[in-house]
């Protein structure tokens, strides 16, 4: 009977755990979801313009134009950000959350490229609060509310590790500007999956480089995309709002 006592105990124990690791998965793929209402699907941060003026005018180009992004600017600025959000939700320092949420939006060079980290960083926390998490509830109206300071609160408040929340944020990004990609040159839906897929495998190492990278190396190399996202604002025909 004792014996049979502790294992019935271990076993609840396993399904304590296992549904704890199920829930947090399950908020992770929340958050990385096209479906998420945050209106990502809105932007493309300069890639309209690129594609509009012929810098980007195949599936290769486009390939090459998110993969260049990812290692020089995701991997360089807003991941390492993104896991620093992490650790300060972590801990409870919603001062340093804001502090670093504050450094991230001041880094964007653009009139839309900060209306677009406002928007989706505010419709997050919007959604979080219809969820329950009161944290995000003084980001609804902040002026230096990014989406990288609310994915890494819901990441951090649902259990979900600093690495995961790094790659499906990463991946959540990829996502929506090879569907812009899609939509402009245009490309088939298949060609779409080739170019997630080159992504894809070069998602781990970006993000174990942005792990390592220290504060004072925080930062951007991609001129041309921020001249491609000013250019954007004045761009006559457009689909994107970036």
């Known amino acids: 009977m004792q014996r049979r006592m502790h294992t019935s105990t271990a076993t609840k124990a396993i399904m304590r755990t296992t549904t704890t690791d199920q829930l947090a998965l399950l908020r992770l793929l929340q958050l990385a979801s096209p479906a998420l209402p945050i209106g990502a699907f809105n932007f493309s941060q300069g890639l309209e313009f690129a594609i509009e003026h012929g810098g980007v005018d195949n599936e290769g180009a486009a390939r090459e134009w998110i993969l260049g992004l990812a290692r020089h600017s995701m991997a360089t600025l807003d991941v390492p950000m993104l896991l620093r959000l992490h650790a300060a939700w972590s801990e409870a320092d919603t001062e340093l959350a804001h502090r670093l949420s504050a450094e991230l939006?001041?880094?964007?060079?653009?009139?839309?490229?900060?209306?677009?980290?406002?928007?989706?960083g505010q419709?997050?926390?919007?959604i979080m609060v219809e969820f329950g998490i009161e944290p995000a509830r003084e980001w609804v109206r902040c002026d230096h509310t990014t989406h990288a300071a609310m994915f890494a609160l819901a990441a951090a408040h649902s259990g979900v590790p600093s690495q995961d929340a790094a790659i499906a944020f990463l991946w959540a990004w990829a996502e929506n500007q090879t569907i812009a990609a899609v939509k402009l040159l245009p490309l088939g839906q298949t060609a779409g999956q080739r170019m997630l897929e080159a992504i894809r495998q070069q998602i781990p190492s970006i993000v174990a480089a942005a792990s390592a990278l220290p504060d004072e190396s925080l930062g951007t190399a991609t001129p041309l995309a921020i001249m491609a996202s000013a250019w954007h604002e004045t761009q006559y025909t457009r689909l994107f709002r970036s």
Do not use: N, W
């Open 123 to 126: 419709s997050l926390a919007k």
């Open 105 to 120: 939006f001041a880094s964007r060079e653009t009139m839309e490229l900060r209306a677009e980290e406002l928007h989706m």
